[in-house]
């Protein structure tokens, strides 16, 4: 029997952005932090990488806002570069009061003000700002986080909960739009409960799954975007979908990236026959944004004829290997692969979604009483590209500002009454789930063929058409049918992939991770794309 649950904040979501959120938010609220399967499968904690800040003396504000504006190819919104650069710091410093194990430094320079924590550089920044826990960053703030959150009694972890619509006023045949809850299937008991809210947090990640070949996990099926949609929220720039330069290619290897910070440690990108290839393309080679390197890659590929290229930094020590990249050494090694002697085989593959639902800089939404943080929102940071790093940084931004918003508002809302129940009474069960999974598949293979690295008019045509169809039959499936993970993660992911195509199409240009070859210069004026519902309300 379906259940009804009542909360002073429902974020759904369980990643970085979540987490920091639900425990940035006083203790006396009602917290429910809702995740589509174990806690530990979303992004966060597969990060590799690390976080974008500015921590050591000799760097500056305006030196990470500058790269973060230039890896933006002119679509980055400054103020939101400059909030988010400005509140870095802050967000680092409560990381470590939280307890993250970020990795020390050997021998810092107290004398000049160093820091005392190890900074790495990456791809795109022109200072050693990353500051990390080996190669396993996201592990180590997930865990983190997670303990906190855990040790908190007013905060409700729920696993296996799958949100299947948000619940606002105007669905329920009210004049006003206010956000009031969700729908959210419960895998264990198969029933849709209903969880009411004063406010509702979307930290469900990006839409990497959309993609045949991604870095991310599973659940990166733009679920979030999908449900504000037809919540009647705005999205922006979802043309723009970054693909991580350096996957690992094996067999037997699933969604592992291979961390930009090999790159920034020295590692070359070489073809089969050794040859180095980045210099052709870019003056700063291996360290050149990854648009840029991922398009070298496909372009080589597609050239020769090749299924990868390799990643070496087998001329670096073996002990700094070993010490700086302890996770892709094990994991490499378990797939037969000694990096300290032998360079890795990579391919691109879709790592992250630079447009999202539309925000301001609290994290609201078009919707009264919704939020969206992380990668499910576009907040104007990414512009048309993502500087490496400043993904996380922005998770904990924005979780910050939007507990910041939320707390302003406690004393004006209440909490919704009772909301009716999810009516599950015309449909059956199904037995021809070889559709769902027949859709899923031929989905993500025209996405990736035809709204991939490279894109063309016709294909964008050929995409759309495709896309329009299946949401048809996604539609009658979804009306007869009880729901289940696999349809509702199909429906929310078509729905995305109909807007990435839209917004591609409306883009007339090459910029940024958005490259076309009917259209590949520049306009002379950068706007975003943005696209609105029927149902928004302006």
Known sequence: MSQHYQHDVLIIGSGAAGLTLALTLPDHLRIAVLSKGDLANGSTYWAQGGVAAVLDDSDTVESHVGDTLAAGGGLCREEAVRFTVEHSREAIQWLIEQGVPFTRDEEPDREDGGFEFHLTREGGHSHRRIIHAADATGAAIFNTLLERASQRDNVQLLEQRVAVDLIT???????????????????????????????????????????????????????????????????????????????????????????????????????????????????????APRDVVARAIDHEMKRLGIDCVYLDISHQPEDFIKSHFPTVYERCLGFGIDITRQAIPVVPAAHYTCGGVVIDQAGRTDVPGLYAIGETSFTGLHGANRLASNSLLECFVYARSTAADILTQLEQIELPGQLPAWDASQVTDSDEDVIIAHNWDELRR?????????????????????????????????????????????????????????????????????????????LPEARDTILAPPTYAG
């Not at 045949?212 to 037809?230: E, F, K, P, Q, V």
């Not at 709204?451 to 063309?456: H, L, N, Q, S």
């Not at 199409?505 to 910029?511: A, C, P, V």
């Open 446 to 522: 025209f996405m990736w063929d035809y709204v991939g690295i490279v894109r063309t008019n016709k294909r964008l045509q050929r995409a759309q058409h495709r896309v329009r169809l299946l949401l048809d039959e996604i539609d009658e499936f979804y009306s007869n049918y009880k729901v289940s993970r696999d349809l509702i993660e199909l429906r929310n992911l078509a729905q995305v992939a109909e807007l990435m195509i839209e917004s591609a199409m409306q883009r007339h240009e090459s910029r940024g991770l958005h490259y076309t070859l009917d259209y590949p210069g520049l």
């Open 169 to 287: 006023e105007r669905k329920l045949g009210l004049a006003s739009e206010r956000c009031l809850g969700a729908y959210v299937l419960n895998r264990a008991s198969g029933e849709v409960d209903t969880h009411s809210a004063r406010f509702v947090v979307l930290a469900t990640g990006g839409a990497a799954k959309v993609y045949l070949y991604t870095s991310n996990s599973d659940g990166a099926c733009g679920d979030g975007i999908a449900m504000a949609w037809r919540a009647g929220c705005r999205v922006g720039n979802l043309e723009f979908n970054q693909f991580h330069p350096t996957c690992l290619y094996h067999p037997q290897a699933k969604n592992f990236l291979i961390t930009e910070a090999l790159r920034g440690e020295g590692a070359l990108l070489r073809l089969p026959n050794g040859e180095r290839f980045m210099p052709r393309f870019d003056e700063r080679a291996e360290l």
